[in-house]
């Protein structure tokens, strides 16, 4: 799967990152950066996150896909969205 993206310019590997809030923060700093993006950042961000994890699909490890999904919730806190799960 790349990493590269005609909408956001990613920090390399950051989808592999440890931390769910560090690949969050990561994710929000490519989309407020971004001068390409044809939504707003956070959806922006979200989008990026939602495609990596369907594209990786049935060869992402449960554990990454776990911090991954994890790191939706970051990206809506650190927005100020309610997670929609509660």
Request: charged share 40%; no cysteine; proline share 3%.
């Amino acid at each position: 799967m790349t990493e590269k993206s005609d909408a956001l310019d990613l920090e390399s590997s950051v989808f592999t990152k440890d931390s769910p809030r560090s690949i969050a923060e990561s994710l929000k700093q490519s989309a407020e950066q971004s001068k390409r993006r044809k939504s707003d950042p956070y959806r922006s961000a979200m989008s990026m996150l939602t495609f990596y994890i369907n594209r990786a699909g049935k060869n992402l490890p449960e554990a990454r896909r776990e911090k991954l999904e994890a790191a939706k919730g970051e990206l809506r806190s650190l927005y100020g969205k309610t997670d929609r799960r509660r």
